[in-house]
Each structure stands twice: as structure tokens, then as C-alpha cells.
């Protein structure tokens, strides 16, 4: 794309040309979305979340420094700063997240977690239904964390550069966000009627 | 925090026996350096507590289970999080309008996708930016209250870091449909519209303080915004085109898709689309289209290339609406006198008809076919 330079060569931004920027920034629009409608839990309200994402990534372009690899990242943590910026304007939930792993540093031993992960043998695509219910009850910054791990399969130190939080908060939120959902495959276990592995058929 | 042992990334100054578990089965390289080195053989559960401060640890059959449960649970939050019906059947459980529209099924539910009309509206703000340059959209809203709610990341007012250091996001699993091709055609496509929209948002405001048009400046942005960025998205008849079209139609097919999404086809459909046929143009297509306001149905017309050699012109019809404009006359969207690519709006027995082309002969055919009125305004 050669647009945006005239006669004067190409436009750049940060550390990229500007028609780069702005493809890079496109391709991730589908994994912006997506992470904004699990947060706003509404399609008006992500799109409207993803266009004012997009609106400060363009306007704040010089600042980006691909270094080789950091649009998804960049635009997830205006998103993040984006939402809960709102939140807090509109006075909707918290301003500030709870912070759990203090409480949850000292955990507990295995069995107290119930015996979900006992499950070897379970069917995974059986529980998608249960599973997608028993996320949407999650708190926004337990979904959100869930979202950069188990769909973008982020590392902890990204997850925590995203969210702005330390590593130790960004494992215990996912941990609670796990351990709901496997609270709730245990609930489905016990519904069906489901063997574990030491009980197997 | 620490540096973790290899001095790969930083790693939790303190994990439970557990939490390495977990880490391990998340396959975060401190973890699996320190399991790994503990072999493989089964049985070291109770002999290594203590061990995730010491160094190596070996896994439990028990643990081997719960890795097992950890990953399959991954895997399975990234479906149900990945795929359509998940947030926007929640949303429709909660009464979110439209939101049921775009639920998919459960199991093999098609991943969320961003819509057409954001992505449009995206691409348009990006052309706008590029010719006004960068900080060019710095005020609209940068609020000064709007602040990083919780992190320890620098960033701006507006809530952008300032620096992000490189992230590993772009090389995971996930497989993203890349718009890529797509997006640089019709980025490419954009250079005319680019230097549209700025002239645009600048009359746009001129035009607030005269307050005599139908519509307020908001309303004439976000149109036009919508509507020059779709044209210039299918107008050369590329993917998107195929994606938003299929093919060529006949008048017949156009108007039952104009009957499908307006309700009723107008009166007038055929016989106007037949005018601008009859001017040596082609129906390229007709689909169904969310111009802001109302139920609306898109018409991409291009010259046959016989004594005719304009650009494609797009005419979008929407359903009758309270949209506050008297028929009679037709308006112009400021920009589009500077830039040749017009944009004209009238109202026709209620419903409001839009003509955009990126060239001043293809409009003048369009707008006589379909019967703009003579008297023409400008918001």
C-alpha cells in the first residue's frame, strides 16, 4: 500500500510505516473484538469499545514499536485501559479490581479443589455448553485473563503486561477462574451422572 | 518478583507446589525447566515439598492427571471463548438487542469475527488519519480523566502505553483469518476517500455552527463515513466484493433483496435501476447493508465499458424513516465537491436514497436514473 506518503516518501509510525501500522492493526481486529465482547458482554457495547480502541492506537501510532511482534498486544491493553476506564467513569463495578492472591497464596491442598481434574476420560466438547455458561457468570477480570490465556494463548508475563498486574495476581485470577470451571464441570459430572478416572467403567 | 532460574522472564518469587503444576501445564518455561529436570518417573509428589524452592521437581501420577485436566480445559475455554455464542448468546440472555443475531451454535460454532460496519468505520478513521496526520483525532476525547484503572504500565491519559515490550501474542495458536489482502486493497482503494474525509470532517464543522441542514454533524460524519468506506471496499469488485455480493444480479433478484431487507420493494425499484442499466451500466450486485439510520439495501453498479469508461457508483436504498429530511431536495456531503468523489442523499416516498461514486460522471448518471431532484444543498 503505498497511500499516505505523497511525494514525500512513506508516513511512519513509530518504529513502522504507517500503512503497516495500520494493516497490522486490522489484522488483529477480529481478536480485539472478540476479547471486547467478553468484557462488555454485549456487541454495541464491544464495538463501541473496539472503534475507541482503534481510534487511540491511530492517534498514538507514533508511539508503537513493533519490535517484532507486539500489535495484538498493544491494542489488547488499550482495549484493557479502555474498559475499564468506562467502568470506572460510569461508576458500573469497581475501580478497583479486587486482588485476590494475597488471600489465595496459601493455597489448599489438592482434594479441597474437588476432583474435577480427575476427569482423564472426559469429553471435552460434551462440556463446551457448560463450560461457555459457567464463564459468562465470571467476573470481568477473571474472563479477560481466562481469554488471554485460553484463547491467545498468552504467556503470564503478557497476560500480566496487558492487564497491568504482577505475575503472582495474573496466576491467581487465573486460578480462580479455573477453579469455578471446574467447580461447575463437577456439578456436570455429578448431573450425567460421569465416572472419574479412579471410577471408571 | 524474581528472575526465574534460565533468566528467561520473570517468574513468581514463591509458587506453591501447586501453582507449579499448573504453571507447568500451561507451559511456562520456568515451570517446565524445573519439572523436567525432575524426570519423569511418577512418585515424587510427597518427597518434593520443599523441592519447588530447591530446584527440580518430578510429577505424581496424580499431578500428571490434573496437567492432563489443565490442558484439556485450555483447550476447551479457547473454543467456547473463541466461538460465536458464547459472549453474544450471554448477551441475548440478558435481553442485549440484536445480539442474538450473531449467536452462533455451541460445539461447532464459527469464531467471532468483528462486523463489516466496524471494520468499515475502523478503516475510514484510518484514511481520515492519514491525511490529517498523526494526533489528528487527539481531540476527540481524550479525557483527562480517563486514566489506567489498575497496572503498573506507563501510559498516556488516554489509557495507550507508552512502550510495550515485545510480546509473544502474534506467534500462539490461535489462527486468525488475516484480513491482511483484503484490508490493503482496500486500503489501497482509499487514497481518493482519504482526502474526502478530511476535507469532510473539517465542513462537517463548519456547517454545525450554521445548524440548517436536515441532519446534525454527527449523523452527516457517521453516514458518510460508512458509505464512501463500503463503496471503496467492493468498488473494485475484489474479495470483499465476492465476500458482500456474490455476483452480478439480475433486476429481479435486486429487487427481491431489496423487498427482503426494506420490507417492501419500492414501487419505482425496477424502473430505476432499469434508467441507469439503460445508461450503459451494469448491476453488480445488491445486498443487504446497516447504513446508520435504518434497514438499508446496497446497489454496486460499473460502466460496461462501452462508450462509458466511469468509475463503479453504489446506490444504497433505506427503509423509510422519521429521518427529519422533506423530500425535494437533494444534499451533498461537503466533501465531496474538493475531492470528486460526492456523496448526494434524497428523500423518494419516504425512503432515503444515497448515491456515492468516486468520480462525478457515474453520480450524474445515478442520480438521474433514480430521480434526484434538481434543487441540490450542501449540510
Redesign the interface.
Known amino acids: 500500500m503505498e497511500y499516505g506518503g505523497g511525494g514525500a516518501g512513506p508516513v511512519r509510525s513509530g518504529g513502522v510505516e504507517r500503512s503497516e501500522f495500520e494493516n497490522l492493526a486490522l489484522e488483529q481486529m477480529d481478536a480485539v473484538y472478540r476479547m471486547a465482547l467478553q468484557l462488555a458482554r454485549h456487541p454495541d457495547e464491544a464495538s463501541d469499545l473496539v472503534q475507541e480502541t482503534y481510534l487511540k492506537a491511530i492517534r498514538s501510532a507514533d508511539r508503537f514499536e513493533e519490535r517484532g511482534k507486539g500489535m495484538r498486544a498493544w491494542l489488547f491493553t488499550i482495549l484493557h485501559n479502555t474498559f475499564y476506564s468506562r467502568v470506572k467513569r460510569e461508576g458500573r463495578g469497581p475501580t478497583a479490581v479486587p486482588e485476590l492472591f494475597d488471600a489465595e497464596s496459601r493455597e489448599r491442598g489438592p482434594g479441597d479443589e474437588g476432583r474435577a481434574w480427575d476427569l482423564v476420560s472426559i469429553d471435552w466438547e460434551q462440556v463446551d455448553g457448560r463450560l461457555k455458561a459457567a464463564i459468562g457468570e465470571l467476573r470481568p477480570e477473571h474472563r479477560e485473563v481466562l481469554l488471554l490465556w485460553g484463547v491467545e494463548g498468552l504467556k503470564y508475563r503478557e497476560i500480566g503486561e496487558i492487564t497491568g498486574v504482577p505475575i503472582g495476581t495474573v496466576m491467581s485470577r487465573l486460578h480462580r477462574a479455573r477453579k469455578i470451571l471446574a467447580e461447575s464441570l463437577e456439578e456436570f459430572r455429578s448431573e450425567v451422572g460421569w465416572q472419574g478416572a479412579s471410577g471408571a467403567e | ?1 524474581s528472575r526465574g532460574p534460565a533468566g528467561e ?4 518469587a514463591d ?2 507446589r ?2 507449579l503444576v ?2 507447568y501445564a ?4 520456568w515451570a517446565v525447566k524445573r519439572i523436567e529436570a525432575g524426570g519423569s518417573e511418577p512418585g515424587g509428589g510427597e518427597a518434593a515439598t520443599g523441592e519447588a524452592a530447591a530446584g527440580a521437581v518430578s510429577l505424581s501420577e ?1 499431578e500428571r ?2 496437567v ?3 490442558r ?11 466461538a460465536a ?7 441475548e440472555v ?1 435481553g ?4 442474538g443475531a ?1 449467536a452462533g451454535g ?2 461447532d460454532a464459527e ?5 463489516d ?3 468499515a ?3 475510514a ?2 484514511a481520515q ?3 490529517s496526520g ?5 481531540s ?1 476525547a481524550t ?1 483527562a ?9 506507563e ?2 491519559g ?17 489462527a ?5 489482502g483484503v ?2 486493497r482496500r ?2 482503494s ?2 481518493a476517500l ?1 482526502a474526502v474525509l478530511a476535507l469532510c470532517a473539517g465542513l462537517v464543522f463548519m456547517s454545525m455552527s450554521r445548524a440548517d441542514g436536515p441532519w446534525d454533524a454527527t449523523r452527516v460524519q457517521r453516514v458518510s463515513q460508512f458509505i464512501t468506506a463500503e463503496h471503496d471496499r467492493v468498488d473494485d469488485l475484489s474479495a470483499a466484493y465476492s465476500s458482500k455480493f456474490g455476483e452480478a444480479c439480475s433486476v429481479a433478484v435486486a429487487r427481491e433483496r431489496a423487498a427482503a431487507e426494506l420490507g417492501a420493494s419500492p414501487e419505482w425499484f425496477a424502473e430505476r435501476v432499469d434508467a441507469l442499466l439503460g445508461r450503459d451500466y451494469e448491476l453488480m450486485g445488491a445486498s443487504r447493508c446497516n447504513v446508520p439510520g435504518g434497514p438499508s439495501v446496497h446497489l454496486l453498479f460499473k460502466p460496461t465499458g462501452g462508450e462509458r469508461s466511469g468509475a463503479p457508483v453504489s446506490v444504497f436504498i433505506q427503509a423509510p424513516t422519521e429521518a427529519g429530511m422533506e423530500a425535494g431536495t437533494c444534499w451533498e456531503c461537503p466533501a465531496a465537491k474538493a475531492a470528486d468523489a460526492p456523496l448526494h442523499v434524497w428523500r423518494t416516498n419516504g425512503y432515503l436514497i444515497y448515491v456515492h461514486a468516486n468520480e462525478a460522471e457515474s453520480l450524474a448518471a445515478a442520480r438521474e436514473a433514480f430521480g434526484a431532484p434538481t434543487r441540490l444543498r450542501t449540510f
Do not use: C, H, N
Open positions: 518478583m522472564g520473570e517468574t513468581p509458587v506453591s501447586e501453582q499448573r504453571a500451561d507451559g511456562e518455561d496424580a492427571s490434573r492432563a485436566f489443565e484439556g480445559l485450555r483447550e476447551a475455554v479457547g473454543r467456547a471463548m473463541s455464542g458464547g459472549a453474544e448468546a450471554r448477551a440478558s442485549g438487542a440484536g445480539a450473531r455451541s460445539g469464531p467471532v469475527r468483528a462486523p460496519d466496524l471494520r468505520a475502523v478503516v478513521a484510518m488519519a492519514d491525511v498523526p494526533g489528528s483525532l487527539a476527540d479525557d480523566s480517563e486514566r489506567m484503572v489498575a497496572g503498573s504500565e501510559t498516556d488516554a489509557g495507550v502505553p507508552l512502550a510495550l515490550a515485545g510480546s509473544e501474542a502474534e506467534s500462539k495458536r490461535l486468525i483469518g488475516s484480513v491482511g484490508m490493503r486500503l489501497g482509499l487514497a482519504a
